[in-house]
């Protein structure tokens, strides 16, 4: 492997340090609420690791655990309360719901200024405009980790695998926001090949393991690898990191990555949101 490895384990502590000293200097420590709604083992794996972060840094742990049977009725109740509780900076609705419940009905009940997770219809709007908002975590991870390797954007072509809510369109934006020229691809993009080739900065999101090899990257190309998926030889991303790690410039692993960014970011945004903050630093809005 030639390509630089960019630690986003290392990166994710240094930014969990810098939130802690923040929060020191609020008046109030900041609230997170994160909201679980039943037992998935996945979910609740993902909460505790949320919940433990963000006590370390002095944040307030306000979660809640709703059984599985909860209504949307009930359910939307509690993120309304949530909502209108000021020791709540920021409220987390934790997917995949129970499947009888609507989750863009819920989440769409998040104030923007509580939307710590970037998710709500008010808060993608704002960052299809250029708005200041808070953003959602995983795609300010990307950006972190590229803005801390000093990856050059203005003008650079990012390609960007993967146009989903959560990741791939959210990137888009951000890299857009940077002053990249941004090209997005999906499922039905003609010769994914060639066009992750023209990527100085190739962003993967696709969901499917190892589907970016060393022949859609070009010689010293940044490439940035979200997918994560386990599989009987261990975890590895959506990049076949072992042959592209010969052709790419630099490149994230997997695990150690985007991965751990995710928490960081939402500490970030919890402390944006608790500061009424001046959001236009939050996620390079302009
Ligand atoms: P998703 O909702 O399934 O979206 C996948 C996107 O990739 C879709 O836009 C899809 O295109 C596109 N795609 C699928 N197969 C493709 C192919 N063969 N060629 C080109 N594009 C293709 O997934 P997601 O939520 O964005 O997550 C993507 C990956 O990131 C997953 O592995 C997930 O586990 C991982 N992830 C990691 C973190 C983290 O913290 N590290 C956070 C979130 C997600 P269409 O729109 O045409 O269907």
């Known amino acids: 492997m030639t390509a630089r490895l960019l630690d986003g384990t290392d990166l994710a502590r240094r930014v969990r340090e810098e939130v802690a000293r923040d929060v020191a200097r609020l008046p109030e420590p900041p609230g997170l609420a994160t909201v679980l709604i039943g037992d998935d083992p996945a979910s609740a794996v993902y909460v505790r690791s949320k919940r433990k972060r963000c006590v370390e840094a002095g944040i307030r742990d306000l979660h809640r655990h709703l059984p599985a049977h909860v209504t949307q009725g009930e359910a939307a109740a509690v993120v309304d309360e949530l909502a209108a509780d000021p020791a709540v900076s920021g ?42 908002g808070l953003r959602p975590c995983t795609p300010q991870g990307v950006l972190a980790l590229l803005d801390d390797a000093g990856v050059a954007l203005q003008g650079a072509h990012a390609v960007v695998v993967g146009r989903s809510d959560l990741v791939g369109r959210p990137v888009a934006q951000l890299l857009l926001q940077r002053d990249a020229t941004v090209t997005v691809c999906h499922s039905r993009t003609r010769d994914l090949e060639a066009v992750c080739r023209t990527a100085d900065v190739l962003v993967v999101a696709a969901g499917v393991p190892r589907l970016i090899g060393p022949d859609a990257v070009a010689p010293g190309a940044t490439v940035i690898d979200v997918g994560i998926h386990r599989t009987g030889s261990g975890l590895c991303g959506d990049v076949d990191a072992d042959r592209v790690g010969h052709v790419a410039g630099a490149l994230t692993p997997v695990p150690g990555g985007v991965g751990p960014m995710t928490i960081a970011m939402l500490l970030r945004n919890t402390v944006a949101a608790a500061a009424a903050a001046p959001l236009a630093a939050v996620g390079g809005a302009r």
Do not use: M, Y
């Not at 995949?96 to 998040?110: G, K, M, S, V």
């Open 91 to 132: 409220i987390l609705l934790q997917l995949p719901l129970p499947p009888h419940l609507d989750p863009a009905a819920l989440i769409n009940r998040i104030p923007a200024e509580k939307d710590v997770d970037g998710l709500t219809e008010a808060s993608a709007g704002r960052l299809a405009l250029g708005r200041p």
